[in-house]
């Protein structure tokens, strides 16, 4: 098994690959470079492969995003059982009450109150709960998300503009190739027709 690729900041990749395009060899008679595909390749794939950590934090943030969902919604749900649960318990009181007194059915109806009135407030302090890690979660991960788009944006232009510079160069090298390779074959022409 092989050992994980060690983290490469992306501006130690740029300068080697701005140092693989300084040390090709010149093309004579031109200011242009011979650079070796191969190697610019791989140069680029490192790129690729290099994630800057802010990007791995937008993730970790994500991550704790829906985990203080999940804690809030798992909150909110306890409240809400307590609270069936207290209603539960009331009634029941309530009811035994009511069978010791006159007036059972203003008992209920205090007790059906109190329920309804404990069961609202549950459910209101839930929803604030989670309206706030919501929020929260929300403003972490826009910020976030802010980052990771600023530093994708930097790594396209730099490596967009690299490529651009490298193809160009290649497109000439291929040019001026085929130019000589042309040169060359009237030269055989020419030649062979002297020799007839």
Known sequence: MSEPKEYTPLNDLL???DETIDNGATVPFSNKKMVDGDQLHELVDEVRMSVPPEIKRAQELEVQRKTIL????????EIKQAAETEKAEVMKAAKAEADKLVSQQEIIERANQYARETVEKANQEAADIIGRARA???NIIADANNKKQSIMDAMVA?????????SALLTGD???????LDDINRMKEAISKLSE
């Open 15 to 17: 300068e080697r690959i």
């Open 174 to 180: 291929v040019e001026r190739l085929s130019k000589s």
């Open 158 to 166: 730099n490596i967009n503009s690299t490529l651009g510079e490298t």
């Open 70 to 77: 999940e804690n809030s919604k798992k909150e909110a749900e």
């Open 136 to 138: 929260e979660a929300e």
